[in-house]
C-alpha cells in the first residue's frame, strides 16, 4: 500500500510501547527475534529494561515469543543469563548453537575429496555462514 503510513521510533521504549498498545498483536500468537542482540543494546542497558517492563506488564499472559540471538557468548550470559540483566529469571530456553563437526558438513553434499573437505572444514571453521559461501564449482 503506497499511501501506508510505516511508523518511525526514536527510541527502543517507543517502539515497544506502540508494539505494546497493539492489542492484537500482543493476544495473537507472534515471535519477536532480535538478532545481533549484543549490538543493538550497545553499552547501555535500555533495551533489556525496556523488553523486562514489556515482559512483565504486557506479555506475562500472552502466547508472544521472544528469541534473542546474539554471537558474543560473554555478553549474552552477563546482560541476559546473569542475576543483575534486566531479563534475569524471564528466560524459557537457552541454546547455545555450535559450529558444525567436520562429519556434520557432508550433509552440503559437496563432489569434494574428503582431503579437500577437509581443507575447506580447516579453513572455514563449521561455521554456516562460512560454508554457504563456498561456490561448489
Not at 503510513?5 to 493476544?27: A, D, G, H, V, Y
Not at 538478532?35 to 499472559?61: K, M, R, T
Not at 563437526?101 to 563432489?111: D, G
Request: with cysteine.
Amino acid at each position: 500500500m503506497p499511501n501506508m503510513l510505516i511508523p518511525t521510533f526514536k527510541s527502543f521504549r517507543e517502539l515497544f510501547q506502540f508494539i505494546n498498545n497493539i492489542n492484537p498483536f500482543i493476544k495473537g500468537d507472534y515471535i519477536i527475534a532480535l538478532d545481533e542482540f549484543p549490538l543493538l543494546c550497545g553499552n547501555d542497558d535500555e533495551l533489556a529494561s525496556v523488553l523486562q517492563y514489556s515482559i512483565d506488564h504486557y506479555w506475562i499472559d500472552s502466547k508472544l515469543k521472544l528469541v534473542l540471538c546474539g554471537s558474543s557468548i560473554p555478553f549474552m550470559t552477563e546482560k541476559v543469563l546473569s542475576g543483575d540483566s534486566p531479563l534475569y529469571g524471564r528466560l524459557t530456553l537457552s541454546l547455545e548453537i555450535k559450529p558444525f563437526k567436520l562429519w556434520e558438513i557432508k550433509s552440503y553434499n559437496w563432489q569434494y575429496s574428503i582431503e579437500n573437505i577437509t581443507i575447506l572444514y580447516s579453513i572455514l571453521g563449521g561455521i554456516p555462514k562460512y560454508l554457504n559461501s563456498v561456490d561448489s564449482s
